[in-house]
């Protein structure tokens, strides 16, 4: 198995993601923007477990710091796992908003762009040139594109963005045998947008059919299993994992 790259590794999915990743054998790169320490803690569960991660900074939104991330990423590839390639990569960093569409600032409405779709599309871009033949790409988008949720219209648009660009990225990067798809998440119980209180949570497990929201593990097993050779014959798909939200 080879080494991958996960966005937003420190906390919530990507978190979980990496340790379900390593677990499978696959050696992991996790990025963390603001909690390096949370970070440190993934790479320790990970080594504990017996796998090898390494934690390296990123910031989505930062384009132009892409190349030195690269370049970053090729040392430890090489200093680490003696090796120059990616065998998957993860577009999952994120960050919630809250705000009904008639009072989203551009600035607002820019910074969700900015993590959602444009870093994605460029980070994927950038990496490319690392990714082996048979890699697998997985892009974190939401089940918000599927059902309207009142106050998240930018972030739910940009997602759906990243499905129309996931499937783009299976056509164009199928003759290199490479792999995309996107996995969406519906409420997991993560801090993301500050979390989800008791009555907000009651109220999701009431909407889904399997009657509760989800954990981060329900997500990383899809992601390591789409990373995995299980999921070689899957592409181009956005898999919802949501247990039945809004059926
Ligand atoms: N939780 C849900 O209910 C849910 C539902 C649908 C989709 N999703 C999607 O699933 C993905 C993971 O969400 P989560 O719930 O696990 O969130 P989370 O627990 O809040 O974790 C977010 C992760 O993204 C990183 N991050 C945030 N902004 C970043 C930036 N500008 N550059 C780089 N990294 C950044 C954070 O790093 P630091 O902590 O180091 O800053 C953290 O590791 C997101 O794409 C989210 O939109 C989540």
Redesign the pocket.
């Known amino acids: 198995m080879g080494v991958i790259v996960i ?9 979980s993601a990496a340790e379900h990743a390593a677990r499978c054998g696959m050696g992991v790169i996790l ?5 390096p320490e ?2 440190d803690d993934v790479v320790r569960r990970i080594e504990r477990a017996g796998g090898k991660g390494v934690a390296l900074n ?4 930062d384009v132009e710091s892409f190349k030195g991330f690269r370049d970053a990423i090729l040392l430890v590839l090489r200093e680490t796992w003696g090796t120059s390639t990616l065998s998957g990569l993860v577009n ?5 908003l809250f705000n009904p569409l008639a009072s989203v600032s551009e600035a607002q409405f820019d910074g969700l762009f900015k ?2 779709l444009k870093g994605p599309f460029f980070l994927t871009q950038t990496l490319l040139p690392l990714l082996e033949e048979n890699a697998s790409i997985v892009n ?5 594109t599927r059902v309207a949720t009142a106050g998240v219209a930018p972030y739910a648009a940009f ?1 759906g963005g990243l499905e129309v660009l996931t499937r783009y990225m299976a056509k164009e990067f199928g003759d290199r045998r490479i792999r995309v798809n996107a996995v969406s ?4 119980r ?3 947008g500050g979390g989800l209180n008791d009555e907000f949570e009651a109220m999701l497990a009431e909407q889904t059919a399997l009657g509760r929201v989800g954990e ?1 593990e329900d997500v990383a097993r899809v992601i390591a299993m789409l990373l995995s050779q299980d999921g070689a014959w899957i592409n181009a798909q956005t898999i919802e994992v949501a247990g039945g939200y809004i059926i």
């Open positions: 966005t937003g590794g420190s906390r919530g999915i990507g978190a990025t963390y923007n603001q909690h949370d970070a990123l910031d989505v939104a999952n960093a994120g960050y919630g993590v959602h974190l988008t939401s089940a918000t997602k998440p519906g409420a997991i993560t801090e993301l981060p």
